[in-house]
């Protein structure tokens, strides 16, 4: 079993950056994807970014693409999320999760806040 805690978040200016970090523990990772998402107060969560921790390839959101990237350090089994640019509607708790192929997100953590003022 995988568990995930995230930190980083905060509040920052429209046009900011954050970068989010999520640490892995509990088994090796090697097959593994690690994903982002995010949930505004009165809605659902949504994806924002995944990589392969093997590396290689990674997938954004349209809403984040050429802002945010996300990245990994297998040596520190940390998962890192650069967010650039930010805009008040990146305002959300992000969630880091983690999956193999063919099965679900899971081993949510329990998200870190980050708030864009205007």
């Known amino acids: 079993q995988v568990q995930v805690v995230e930190s980083g978040g905060g509040l920052v200016q429209a046009g900011g950056s954050l970068r989010l970090s999520c640490a892995a523990s509990?088994?090796?990772?090697?097959?593994?994807?690690v994903g982002w998402f995010r949930q505004a107060p009165g809605k659902e969560r949504e994806f924002v970014a995944a990589i392969r921790w093997s590396g290689g390839f990674s997938s954004y959101a349209d809403f984040v693409k050429g802002r945010f990237t996300i990245s990994t350090d297998n040596a520190k089994n940390m998962v890192y999320l650069q967010m650039n640019s930010l805009k008040p509607e990146d305002t959300a708790v992000y969630y880091c999760?983690?999956?193999?192929?063919?099965?679900?997100?899971?081993?949510w953590g329990q998200g870190t806040q980050v708030t864009v003022s205007s």
């Open positions: 509990g088994r090796a990772l090697i097959n593994y994807r």
């Open positions: 999760a983690v999956r193999t192929d063919g099965s679900s997100w899971s081993s």
